[in-house]
């Protein structure tokens, strides 16, 4: 559903948002494109258990732990960071897996950076046996396919596709459906531009861009500026941002238009990329430091 927005923008220029994340209560956005048709490969395969990897609070995690359990499968998530193992009570992303029936397994962060060294995964196999694997994010060709599916007739009216970028997939795949009059661009929650050779992997066409000047202080960092917007946004709007990847890239594009970025007319499509089970996580980290939260209804 195409979700138009009711602020003003200057130059004639209209926004609307795709709200991916309306498309499932828990798996929702990008996770449920990416695991659809890994799922369907996992089945016919006769695999019966999913392994991922994931930090604390892992959209991609919790996504994993549900549509394994919908979907019969026993589901073993790497989580990134031993010293978590004792508090997967006080932290609501890796409560929500776990109630899932997701086995968690904890480990260090040098250990984790080995993760898709064929010497780790072959001592994975040997302590749980056969698994169908997941990477971290879900990025691989399968969820590319998944996330060429995101766009469809409707949007052909739309001059520019806006997506926030994690590991890349989300927005291969946009790129890959895109029109030829239509321009992606890409804002990565990430610090610097290294994605663009992960992206350059799964597409050919030519017409997308990174913008690279929103990423807040790099992964999971945010600052009062961006918590205000995102608050301000949900009272205008009534939809909800999370604070790692669309509410970076939806600031960056009103940020954009206001500099007068875009041509005069122009039809701007953002795409929800879902992350809101994320909030709860952050709004504690962010009580911790004595910041503003989200104050956001979810």
């Given at each position: ?35 659809k048709?890994?799922?369907?490969q ?31 499968f ?48 072959a ?7 056969e ?23 409707e ?55 990174l913008?690279?000047?929103?990423h ?21 709007n009534?939809?909800p ?29 953002l795409i ?13 980290k ?13």
């Amino acid at each position: 559903m195409n979700q138009y927005l009711t602020t003003s923008f200057l130059n004639s220029i209209s926004v609307a948002i795709k709200r991916e994340d309306l498309i499932h209560p828990f798996v929702s956005g990008n996770k449920f494109r990416k695991l659809k048709y890994n799922l369907l490969q996992a089945k016919a395969e006769d695999f019966e258990t999913l392994l991922t990897f994931g930090g604390a609070f892992s959209n991609h995690i919790a996504a994993v732990a549900f549509a394994g359990k919908e979907n019969g499968f026993k589901t073993i998530g790497i989580i990134r960071g031993d010293e978590l193992e004792s508090k997967i009570s006080e932290n609501p992303t890796l409560s929500f897996a776990h109630n899932c029936g997701m086995q968690l397994v904890f480990i260090s962060r040098e250990e984790y950076r080995l993760k898709n060294e064929s010497l780790f995964l072959a001592k994975l196999k040997q302590q749980f046996g056969e698994f169908y694997i997941i990477p971290e994010g879900g990025t691989n060709a399968l969820a590319i396919i998944g996330c060429q599916e995101i766009l469809t007739p409707e949007d052909a009216e739309f001059d520019y596709i806006c997506c926030s970028i994690g590991t890349g997939g989300t927005i291969s795949g946009i790129i890959n459906s895109a029109l030829p009059h239509q321009k992606v661009l890409g804002f990565p929650a990430l610090k610097g531009d290294f994605l663009k050779e992960e992206i350059c992997n799964f597409v050919k066409n030519k017409n997308w861009e990174l913008i690279t000047d929103y990423h807040f202080g790099g992964y999971g960092k945010v600052n009062e500026a961006l918590i205000q917007f995102i608050n301000k946004f949900y009272v205008e709007n009534q939809i909800p941002l999370d604070p790692i990847y669309t509410g970076k890239m939806v600031f960056g594009v009103i940020d954009l238009i206001q500099n007068n970025y875009f041509p005069a007319d122009s039809k701007i499509l953002l795409i929800h990329t879902g992350g809101i089970q994320g909030i709860q996580g952050m709004n504690m980290k962010l009580k911790n430091k004595q910041l503003p939260t989200i104050d956001i209804n979810v």
